[in-house]
């Protein structure tokens, strides 16, 4: 490694320096074979100075002392005083002149060869001149030392400084510069000395010199051991004045000051990256406004609402960095979806890199449970609703909750959506009951009934109106635009007529006019067309290519053909017929059939405008960023039940790009027949957001009791009952069970997961009667409740596990495939029993063994396909845990093992991950080395903005992977607190 102090050869001859140190020359002046003796703790240099051999400081110092002594005496000699005498060391000179002072000068061009002292004006300085001259040389020998070097200078200085003080010395010099400036400088009467002994001052001096090449000895000895980094002066500025600025952040966050410092409490280099990263210069008023919000500083929870696309998100972003950088404490983020969790891994992974923080993946099967304890590094957790439950949980099991600083939950309007919604608020309650010290932030931008909200939460409330982009809302009815105004008498107003020239054809393939209104915007701008279910998705795209120009075809058709070439090797080799036809026009749909590769190709075809139209369902609103210059709803329904308002603002909220588009519009298409329905949506408010624990009774409230119990958060009924009161439900009891009260509740629940085996009452001995806790969780109520499993199916499960330990098949992925497959897609399938039967004759024999073992024997197929009626983490399952890890990560990525380590990477889908191991990239290591600019020239139809990305991503990978080994060796290494010697003497302790 490379340092300010390099490792030379002796010079033998004026021959060239090799790397080793060999021993010091012999008289004679012959090099001697090198020999080596590093091993040693007491010294490492063996019987010699330093690396350098006669080049090295310290044998320079003891050439120039022995020739100082000799001068000394020869120039105080006084038939010597008149004339001036010249010693020259090994590499460097010492000029000794009368009537002249001296300087020590260090060489510090590639390392230190020497030094000489010039003999100038008097040849005894005062102090305060040695002093000045002192300083100065050691300020310019600390420029080129390494990291380490200068705290030991420090060191030495201060001990110095605490020596000369006791001595009643004022005299103080610094660092190296005093210790030889020591050894050479005496006063007027030691001088005047002329015998040839030295005097006792010399002496004692000498004793000090060897003290200082002891010193020397052991600073060179640490340096060569330390690992001292590569990194350039500039680089370690940056990094000095970033680390001065987050110290100084934190004293002025903790101060609850409103003046946050350069970028609302964080280092100026975190607005850079805004602006570098999201292209973000300025921030809205609001945003400002909401930062400094004093019940921020406070660390208050707080919920905030503002419309979509308001800038919601940059608020969150700065407040985690806060935590992150300032606070020095782990966050985790919750959305919704795992799409919107990969693009927000995505967009963070940059600001890890550039400001050592990691990012952590909690969606699908990502994730770890408990999460690392990591040793420096601070953590940022990015999860969806699910995985966010799970790894609440695990802290507050390993008692690790105190290290979550802040919570963000985004689309906080979810918590009253079923399951999901009861997921949400079991977990917001849980941080609210065991940790005091974590803050929660909740942004939405449809909320109404914030009162139970705030209430559950214990926060404050911000809400605007900003909106960057003007949203304008059109109804069309019949061949009419109507302009929504909540003013007008029946709630819009009439704008213009739809003047299209249709054929007699046309108009009956599309009475709705869709056509005419998609081709006003495109293909220069962009448009969604929500559509009420997946089929209509593809029937609506289909029709628009049908009637459009051939002109469309020639917008951006090489890239086109590109898309289309990727979604055919995402299918090996086969691409949907919808998409084949579509895609050529800039036109693709978008639901929950396509495969993840294939929705997140579509996506960027359609961020970076190749694709200029979706047509799209209702989750596509809430799912990832894909604004546009228009929005149409096909129909006001989802599905077959009509739009609720909080689902017609989420999806009209995408109107109007930020930055590109001067205004957005929205068209709702109604029929004639669904006119009030429409006319009581606009006018009617949001929906509250109430509690799912009692509607979702085995995912919620059972499933939280069961939780309680199996944490230790909650061991009797007065504990559980005191910890709902603190929930959503406890806020909105009264309004939800009119009939039963809070207390009933609990007990019913609680009687039902005893019967259901997963809670049992202890049985209490004398001693415990005092203990408050009687209530205990079984070994598959424990199961069930860290496995995430609907108590409704546990038993079930159990069982199915049990018969297939009797006789698992192993020859095939068939049988592990039919233990992981949910029991709730059971209600969703409805076979058509003769393809069924078809199917279940081209099995394998083993494979018709599984299905025979599971239940489903040829008897039963056949019966069904002719129309017959039918009649209606456990210790022993240990094997499936290796098993089911290897499956899980097959059905991940559904790739080959090579390419597994490219896949996890962000951002990367198989066609991707093929061309990087194709170019030579084959490893994370590979990726996170990369250079952008060559990875864009390797790879075919990458941009710099997505190379970087990558690289950033894969670093961020590679680091938390150091971070886990780097964790898992120090657990390996950490004495144990329950050894026996341990248990021994704590036991025979008085």
Not at 76 to 87: F, G, R, Y
Not at 276 to 284: H, N, V
Not at 353 to 370: D, H, I, N, T, W
Not at 864 to 873: L, Y
Request: proline share 4%; glycine share 6%.
């Amino acid at each position: 490694m490379q340092r300010a102090w390099r490792v030379r050869a002796p010079r033998c001859g004026g021959g060239a320096s090799s790397p080793p140190a060999p021993k010091r020359p012999s008289p004679g002046g012959s090099c001697a074979s090198p020999e080596y003796n590093n091993d040693s703790e007491e010294d490492m240099f063996g019987n010699y100075d330093s690396f350098s051999g006669n080049d090295s400081l310290l044998a320079q110092v003891d050439d120039l002392e022995q020739k100082y002594m000799q001068s000394v005496d020869f120039a105080l000699h006084p038939e010597n005083l008149e004339n001036k005498a010249i010693v020259e060391p090994a590499s460097g000179k010492f000029h000794m002149q009368h009537s002249k002072s001296k300087e020590l000068v260090f060489s510090t061009t590639e390392n230190i060869n020497g030094f000489r002292v010039k003999e100038e004006d008097n040849f005894w300085s005062s102090p305060n001149e040695q002093e000045e001259r002192t300083q100065e040389l050691g300020d310019f020998i600390l420029d080129d030392l390494p990291c380490s070097q200068p705290l030991y200078f420090k060191e030495v200085d201060a001990s110095t400084k605490q020596a000369n003080a006791n001595a009643g010395n004022n005299h103080m010099n610094s660092g190296l510069g005093r210790n030889l400036n020591q050894s050479f400088c005496h006063n007027d009467v030691e001088h005047s000395k002329t015998n040839n002994e030295p005097s006792p001052n010399i002496t004692t001096d000498l004793n000090k010199r060897k003290c200082l090449k002891d010193h020397l000895k052991s600073a060179m000895a640490g340096n060569a051991k330390a690992q001292s980094p590569q990194i350039s002066k500039t680089k370690q500025l940056k990094e000095a004045i970033l680390s001065e600025e987050l110290c100084v952040a934190k004293e002025t966050i903790e101060a609850f000051s409103v003046d946050l410092g350069p970028f609302y409490g964080l280092p100026s280099k975190v607005k850079d990256l805004f602006v570098q990263f999201r292209g973000i210069e300025k921030l809205y008023e609001w945003q400002h406004t909401c930062l400094t919000l004093e019940s921020l500083q406070r660390r208050k929870n707080l919920i905030y609402s503002l419309p979509t696309s308001g800038g919601k998100t940059l608020v969150a972003e700065i407040l985690i960095l806060q935590e992150l950088l300032c606070r020095q404490k782990d966050v985790l983020m919750i959305l919704p979806y795992v799409a919107i969790v990969q693009e927000k891994v995505w967009a963070l992974s940059s600001f890890g890199v550039e400001l050592g923080f990691l990012v952590e993946e909690y969606a699908g099967s990502k994730g770890r449970f408990p999460p690392i304890k990591r040793r420096t590094k601070k953590s940022l957790y990015i999860a969806t609703i699910e995985k966010g439950h799970g790894l609440v949980n695990a802290l507050i099991e390993t008692r690790r909750i105190g290290d979550l600083g802040l919570v963000v939950v985004d689309e906080l309007h979810m918590i009253g959506e079923g399951s999901r919604g009861a997921i949400l608020e079991m977990t917001l309650a849980k941080i609210l009951y065991t940790s005091k010290t974590t803050q929660i932030i909740g942004m939405s931008a449809t909320l109404n009934n914030v009162g139970d909200l705030q209430q559950f939460l214990q926060a404050e409330y911000y809400t605007d109106s900003f909106r960057p982009v003007e949203l304008k809302e059109y109804v069309k009815i019949r061949d009419g635009i109507y302009e929504v105004d909540s003013k007008a008498e029946n709630g819009f107003t009439f704008s213009r007529h739809l003047n299209f020239k249709y054929s007699s054809n046309l108009e009956r393939m599309d009475p709705d006019h869709l056509i005419a209104l998609v081709t006003e915007v495109i293909p220069n701008y962009s448009c969604l067309v929500f559509c009420p279910t997946k089929k209509n998705c593809e029937n609506v795209a289909e029709m628009i290519c049908k009637y459009l120009k051939k002109e469309y075809e020639n917008h951006r058709k090489k890239e086109k053909q590109d898309l289309l070439m990727n979604l055919k090797n995402i299918g090996n080799g086969t691409i949907c017929p919808v998409l084949k036809r579509t895609v050529s026009f800039g036109i693709a749909y978008h639901h929950s059939g396509l495969t993840s590769d294939e929705r997140k190709s579509i996506e960027e075809a359609y961020s970076s405008g190749v694709l200029c139209l979706l047509t799209c369902t209702s989750t596509l609103a809430a799912g990832v960023n894909l604004p546009a210059r228009r929005v149409i709803l096909r129909a006001p329904y989802v599905a077959t039940e009509f739009l609720k308002k909080n689902q017609y603002k989420q999806m009209i909220g995408r109107a109007g790009r930020a930055g590109i588009d001067s205004a957005g519009e929205s068209i709702l298409i109604v029929q004639e027949k669904d006119k009030h329905l429409v006319q009581d949506l606009i006018n009617s408010p949001l929906e509250n957001c109430c509690s799912n624990l009692l509607l979702e009774f085995t995912k919620g409230i059972q499933n939280l009791l069961l939780s309680l119990v199996g944490l230790q958060i909650a061991r009797n009924f007065e504990e559980i009952c005191n910890f709902m009161c603190g929930t959503l439900f406890g806020v909105q009891q009264k309004t939800l069970s009119k009939e039963k009260s809070l207390s009933d509740i609990i007990k019913e629940s609680l009687e039902s997961l005893i019967e259901k085996g997963l809670l049992k009452r202890k049985i209490m001995s004398e001693k415990e009667q005092k203990s408050p806790s009687n209530l205990a969780i079984t070994q598959l109520g424990q199961a069930a409740y860290k496995g995430s499993i609907d108590l409704a199916y546990c038993n079930a499960l159990y069982r199915d596990l049990k018969k297939g330990l009797e006789g698992l098949v192993l020859e095939s992925c068939l049988h592990l495939l039919y233990l992981a497959t949910p029991y709730d897609v059971i209600y969703h399938c409805n076979p058509d029993w003769m393809i069924y039967f078809k199917q279940y004759t081209q099995l394998s024999a083993v494979e018709q063994k599984v299905a025979d073992i599971v239940g489903v024997p040829e008897s039963f197929i056949t019966k069904k396909a002719s129309g017959q009626v039918i009649r209606t983490e456990l210790e022993e399952f240990w094997v499936y845990k290796a098993l089911l890890t290897e499956l899980t990560k097959r059905l991940t990525y559904c790739v080959k093992a090579e390419l597994v380590p490219l896949m996890e990477v962000a951002g990367v889908l198989e066609p991707r991950a093929k061309q990087l191991y194709n170019a030579g990239y084959k490893t994370l290591a590979h990726l996170a080395n990369a250079n952008p600019e060559i990875l864009v020239k390797m790879v075919e139809h990458v941009s710099r903005r997505q190379a970087r990305q990558i690289i950033s991503s894969a670093k961020m990978l590679l680091s938390e992977k150091a971070e886990a080994l780097q964790e898992e060796v120090e657990e390996l290494l950490r004495m144990p607190t329950d050894t026996p010697e341990g248990l021994l003497t704590t036991a025979t302790k008085p």
